[in-house]
């Protein structure tokens, strides 16, 4: 454990900002080191949580040259850096699991999204839906992964009400 904290004593957390699509580790890095006028050797990125991105530096000037400048703001991306620390984050932190879910039996007038929260309750985070799903190109089942601390929290069956709209009949 000494050894790992001696090398990330080295390392900056990077946060993205605004509402920009997340680049990946390997286009936020080649920015870096564009902007920076850096080399592979100066400074590589991994995927990191909570933050975006964990930014490892071969040489305290390349890394004191990043965080001097409080991060990077280009077209691309907006990227806020501060330094690594053990003590940054609470000490014991939720894992979450990543599951793939189907549901069988949404109404054709009721496949939404909306649906979806309805059912699941506050069981779990929708992540992505499947294209198939979105483009209802296959309505057998709607197809989309979540994130859940719990996947036995996520109901088995549940019950979907759907509100028939006023079709302007009155009874007398």
């Known amino acids: 454990m000494e050894r790992l904290e001696a090398e990330l004593s080295m390392a900056l957390l990077g946060s993205l900002g605004g509402d920009g699509p997340k680049l990946s580790v390997h286009d936020a890095g080649d920015a870096i080191r564009a902007h920076f006028c850096l080399?592979?050797?100066?400074?590589?990125?991994?995927?990191y949580h909570p933050e975006d991105y964990l930014l490892?530096?071969?040489?305290?000037q390349a890394r004191?040259?990043?965080?001097?400048?409080?991060?990077?703001?280009?077209?691309?991306?907006?990227?806020?850096?501060?330094?690594?620390?053990?003590?940054e984050g609470p000490i014991s932190r939720t894992m979450f699991s990543k599951v793939e879910v189907q549901m069988v039996g949404?109404?054709?007038?009721?496949?939404?999204?909306?649906?979806?929260?309805?059912?699941?309750?506050?069981?779990?985070?929708?992540?992505?839906?499947?294209?198939?799903?979105?483009?209802?190109?296959?309505?057998?089942?709607?197809?989309?992964?979540?994130?859940?601390?719990?996947?036995?929290r996520i109901p088995l069956a549940n019950t979907l009400a759907v509100t028939e709209p006023d079709d302007g009949l009155q009874l007398r």
């Open 64 to 87: 004191s040259l990043v965080l001097n400048a409080g991060g990077l703001q280009t077209e691309q991306m907006l990227l806020f850096v501060k330094p690594w620390s053990r003590h």
């Open 106 to 152: 949404i109404p054709g007038h009721a496949w939404e999204m909306r649906s979806a929260d309805v059912l699941l309750q506050d069981s779990c985070w929708i992540d992505e839906v499947d294209f198939a799903t979105i483009s209802r190109s296959d309505m057998s089942c709607f197809r989309f992964s979540a994130w859940t601390p719990d996947p036995a």
């Open 56 to 60: 490892l530096f071969g040489n305290d």
């Open 39 to 47: 080399s592979h050797s100066d400074v590589s990125l991994v995927a």
